[in-house]
């Protein structure tokens, strides 16, 4: 048993740190310190199976397992630490680093009930405890997965499309991001938002948001003539109660599975009762792309520094111009956009330009491993990763466009 193992008499142990060697990690060290003084021990992965069935135990509230990459050739020692766990009634922290997200599944679906990434960021095992300690909400069986919707509103909201050009150029990272920041803008008196994914085949916001997929929002979508308020707000899912999502369908479908009058009155309905309508279409074109094109006030192409998003953003603006759709809509955003210092790079920015006779109105910074973590976590930026830089230029962005849509409503 680990020397660091408080004394019971003394000071009963409500949580334990379970890990190969806590001394790696020391940064939850100071962190459990600061949450739980010095009731709490440390134990490595054989030593918690066997102290979980001992009298010491009982007092026990959680467990925070600490790994990192390393620790994968023995995942089913810790899927076993979790199981018995469990079978105990205690909840489990998972502490991670440079886990692959495969492993990290896994180990979620054993029953792991918070991740937290490592290192840590600032309050957030504090804030987990609290999760972990708050009681669970109470909710009408019935309609506890309904979000209610004010009857009657007319909002007429904005919409605001991210089309990504090419596969991996971070369009759903952008929509996430950029709908959770409006979200957020404003305290109080922030507006109020629908993210709608209609990349209906292999649409990952519901992943980068760690929602489930409904059944409710494929049999909404195959029957919007009879679509009202209620049936759209029970498809809707709540995201931290600030974030109003529409996820894509658990099963892959046909993109002509909608037709355009589909999703012009999803697209009606979500504007009325909402400030801002947010979506992310599928990289391809389909016969409803042109009416989401024309029901947008920004729709941003998402395009990035090499010869195939050059090439298929030249075939974006032929295929608008050949029939003769607002192509003035569009606005190229290129990711992993080289830095301020990269002259060279900014170079290659301004010859793509001017070749494919573009404006790119839009450079976001690349934002490292940070970016794929949070999405692996299901959580924006923001709460994981607030000083990621693509985080701070998805902020200012959404900070604009608010200034602008406020400005637009006092002008009219």
């Not at 150029?169 to 991001?177: E, I, K, Q, R």
């Not at 190229?332 to 010859?351: H, M, Q």
Request: proline share 5%.
């Amino acid at each position: 048993m680990s020397s660091r193992m408080p004394q019971t008499e003394t000071n009963p142990i409500v949580a334990c740190t379970v890990s190969r060697d806590v001394q790696n990690f020391d940064l939850l060290i100071e962190d459990m310190e600061a949450a739980l003084g010095e009731s709490w021990g440390d134990l490595g992965f054989a030593e918690a199976l066997t102290f979980l069935n001992q009298p010491d135990a009982e007092s026990l509230n959680f467990l925070a397992l600490a790994l990192d990459a390393r620790d994968e050739d023995n995942l089913a020692l810790v899927g076993e630490v979790i199981t018995q766990a469990k079978a105990k009634g205690l909840r489990v922290i998972l502490i991670a680093e440079d886990v692959t997200p495969a492993s990290l599944h896994q180990l979620l679906r054993q029953g792991a009930d918070e991740f937290v990434p490592y290192p840590l960021p600032e309050n957030e095992l504090q804030s987990a405890i609290d999760r972990l300690n708050a009681p669970p909400p109470q909710a009408d069986p019935v309609r506890q997965h309904k979000t209610h919707l004010q009857s009657g509103t007319s909002r007429e909201g904005a919409v605001i499309v991210v089309h990504g050009l090419a596969g991996g150029v971070g369009s759903t990272t952008l929509a996430v991001n950029l709908a959770w920041e409006l979200a957020t803008t404003g305290g109080e008196d922030a507006p109020s938002v629908c993210l709608l994914d209609l990349d209906l085949q292999f649409g990952t916001i519901a992943t980068y948001l760690d929602l489930p997929r409904r059944e409710a929002i494929l049999e909404m979508l195959t029957d919007t003539e009879n679509m009202d308020e209620e049936v759209f707000g029970y498809a809707l899912q709540s995201f931290e109660n600030k974030l109003q999502v529409l996820t894509a369908p658990s099963d892959i479908v046909p993109l002509d599975i909608v037709s355009n009058e589909d999703i012009e009155r999803v697209i009606s309905l979500a504007r009325s009762h909402f400030d801002y309508v947010i979506i992310d279409m599928p990289s391809t074109l389909v016969q409803w792309t042109e009416t989401v094109l024309q029901a947008a006030h920004v729709y941003f192409a998402l395009i990035e520094l090499d010869m195939r998003s050059a090439q298929n953003a030249l075939r974006m603006k032929r295929a608008l111009q050949s029939e003769d759709l607002p192509i003035q809509k569009l606005r190229f955003a290129l990711n992993r956009a080289p830095k301020f210092t990269d002259l060279s790079g900014k170079g290659r920015v301004k010859r793509m330009a001017e070749s494919l006779s573009i404006s790119i109105d839009l450079q976001l910074p690349e934002g490292g491993k940070q970016v794929t973590q949070c999405g692996d976590h299901g959580n924006p930026l923001a709460l994981s990763a607030a000083k990621n830089p693509l985080r701070k230029e998805i902020a200012k962005l959404a900070q604009s466009l608010h200034q602008l849509g406020q400005a637009e409503a006092e002008a009219a």
